[in-house]
């Protein structure tokens, strides 16, 4: 179940940009606690068109706990209107040797308790970083 102590989606979109990546990036808690803190068991995420389902998301925090040593996120806009959020951000991501810069635009649907159900993003590589 999720924490009531830290604020939902609903609550505070940047805030869950910033704390979802690093709980999932660098934090020591179960990935499976933070994803439930902040999205719901049949959470429906599509990143470019590709769909990643819960254990995906899980899956994913592993690698990235072991070679991500930075992840900086910059969020230009952000919108809640009833159960939908939109934002608008850049994440920078410090790998061993390589800093990835993207640029994310999030729309999500929220369920009553104020939790993430779907996420629809489309991302691109913005030129001027392209080459690093």
């Not at 070679?67 to 991501?93: F, P």
Request: hydrophobic share 35%; aromatic share 6%.
């Amino acid at each position: 179940m999720h924490s009531e102590a830290r604020p939902t989606p609903r609550d505070d979109l940047a805030h869950y940009l910033r704390s979802y990546v690093q709980e999932m990036a660098f934090g020591d808690e179960d990935p499976d606690l933070v994803m439930d803190r902040y999205h719901t068991p049949d959470i429906a995420w599509l990143t470019d068109g590709l769909h990643l389902d819960r254990a995906r998301l899980i899956a994913h925090a592993r690698p990235a706990r072991r070679n991500v040593t930075r992840c900086d996120l910059h969020v230009h806009d952000t919108l809640i209107c009833g159960d939908r959020v939109a934002a608008r951000y850049t994440m920078t991501a410090v790998t061993r040797g390589r800093t990835i810069v993207t640029e994310i635009h999030m729309f999500g649907r929220l369920a009553p308790d104020g939790r993430l159900r779907r996420i629809d993003q489309l991302t691109r590589t913005p030129p001027a970083t392209a080459q690093r």
